[in-house]
């Protein structure tokens, strides 16, 4: 790993959230309930019957946040836009006050000068959306361009990196093949689908923004190197079919139009034959990559893994995080530099990068979390020897600012620069938040 490089003038230093995960209150002021609202109402679907009922109480503490944000010195803020407080239907009617939350929220980042950069879908479908059909509707990608343009009309001239989708694979696979995620759909030729109807709708995005967009547009992927957990050919080809299952999936068909042959091999009679010209459109010119990234796979051959007959299993001895995610931030590196050698070196922001620990209890107004701090330093470096190796990266974006509603697990896994309280959502920071204000005071210097 790198030492001593600083990171390019201009380079962002950023923290991420999602709306359903920080917001709470999120039918509040004529906003319709999304899937993810119905799903952690579910009995049995959330670890502890967790709901984002009241999460971090962003919504209404949103100052107090950006003030934090202000104090860490950050030059930019991801969050998402819960299309259901938009648009309560999915389309249609625009519920004014829903759109004007996020008004104020993008002008009091402004007046602290924090950029910032706006992912339109989270996972939070409109509820009334997912009785139409959700993502497995052809329609939806129209759905979503539409949705998109309102936003683009009203933040335009204030927002100036757009993210279209966050985590495509998880929608699809979690959310319709393990059922794990909202709307807990368990049929993979349903999932192949949904991968395909998610790309069409970044693609409409992207034409949308096109015409009528002045800055720039991107995607966040979950991008995670596969290695072999032996030499063996066995393992090697497991890897293999895993790197496309989760890799190539996404970003084949976004920057090379077309769909790696092994997900045929994959999905077998579910794999449908997708029309040419729809893959041709997917192969959208967006103007950035996001990467949201946080481990690697450890694979093994195992038949009884499906789709792909590939374990992720645990390095032995392998440092993890709580997530059960081995500490990896050569794999950081990895990733960007194959973006550079196999996909044409694109913009890339880091949209998401973080850990889950078990942190100690507050001591004097503070948690001390050092094993955060330690990998935030060797991402972060990590990031920089990529940098200085030739990758073309932007920015960095912390996930998270502040703990919040993990989705499946619930409020159990903790990944913020500040811990959230919560009897009462009162916000303390940790080791991790002053260790990346000195980062971002030093532009990255050292690490
Ligand atoms: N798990 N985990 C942490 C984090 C999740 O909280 C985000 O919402 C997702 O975009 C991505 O999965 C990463």
């Known amino acids: 790993m790198s030492r001593g490089h600083a990171f390019p003038s201009g380079f962002i230093w950023g923290a991420a959230t999602s709306a359903y995960q920080v917001e709470g209150y999120p039918l509040a002021d004529g906003a319709g309930p999304s899937i993810w609202h119905r799903f952690a109402h579910t009995p049995g679907r959330v670890a502890g019957g967790a709901t984002g009922d009241l999460a971090c109480g962003h919504y209404h503490r949103f100052r107090e946040d950006v003030a934090l944000m202000a104090e860490l010195g950050l030059s930019a803020y991801r969050f998402s836009i819960a299309w259901g407080r938009v648009l309560p239907d999915g389309r249609g009617r625009v519920n004014r006050k829903g759109l004007d939350f996020y008004l104020r929220l993008v002008d009091a980042l402004l007046e602290h000068d924090i950029q910032p950069m706006v992912t339109l879908y989270h996972w939070d479908l409109p509820a009334a959306l997912q009785e139409r059909g959700g993502w497995l509707d052809p329609d939806s990608a129209v759905w979503f361009a539409d949705y998109a343009q309102i936003l683009f009309r009203a933040l335009d001239d204030r927002v100036q990196a757009w993210v279209t989708i966050n985590e495509p694979w998880v929608v699809a696979v979690l959310g319709h093949l393990e059922g794990v995620h909202a709307p807990g759909h368990r049929d993979a030729r349903e999932a192949v689908r949904v991968m395909h109807h998610l ?165 004097a107004g503070r948690v001390e979390d050092p094993r955060r701090v330690a990998y935030l330093r060797e991402h972060i470096g990590a990031a920089g020897a990529a940098i200085q190796a030739g990758a073309d990266l932007r920015g960095y974006f912390v996930w998270s600012l502040l703990d919040n509603f993990e989705w499946a697990e619930g409020y159990a896994k903790r990944f913020g620069l500040f811990r959230v309280d919560p009897s009462d959502q009162s916000r303390l920071p940790k080791a991790s938040a002053e260790c990346y204000k000195d980062i971002i005071a030093s532009h990255g210097a050292g690490l």
């Open 199 to 363: 790309l069409l709708a970044h693609a409409e995005a992207c034409a949308t923004y096109g015409a009528l967009g002045r800055h720039q547009i991107g995607i966040a992927l979950n991008l995670e190197p596969q290695h072999p957990a032996s030499d063996s050919e066995a393992d090697r080809a497991a890897a293999d079919r895993r790197d496309a299952f989760i890799n190539g999936w996404l970003l084949d068909p976004l920057f090379h139009g077309r769909y790696p042959e092994a997900m045929a091999d994959i999905f077998g009679s579910a794999w449908p034959d997708f029309p040419s010209t729809e893959i041709d459109r997917i192969r959208c010119p967006a103007d950035f990559l996001g990467v949201n990234y946080y481990s690697r796979g450890w694979v093994r051959d195992d038949p009884a893994v499906q789709p792909t007959g590939a374990a992720r299993i645990e390095r032995p001895n392998a440092p993890v995080t709580a997530m059960g995610w081995e500490v990896y931030p050569r794999g950081l590196t990895e990733i960007l530099l194959r973006l550079k050698t196999q996909y044409g070196n694109p913009p890339v922001y880091i949209t998401e990068n973080g850990a889950a620990f078990e942190d100690s209890a507050p001591t």
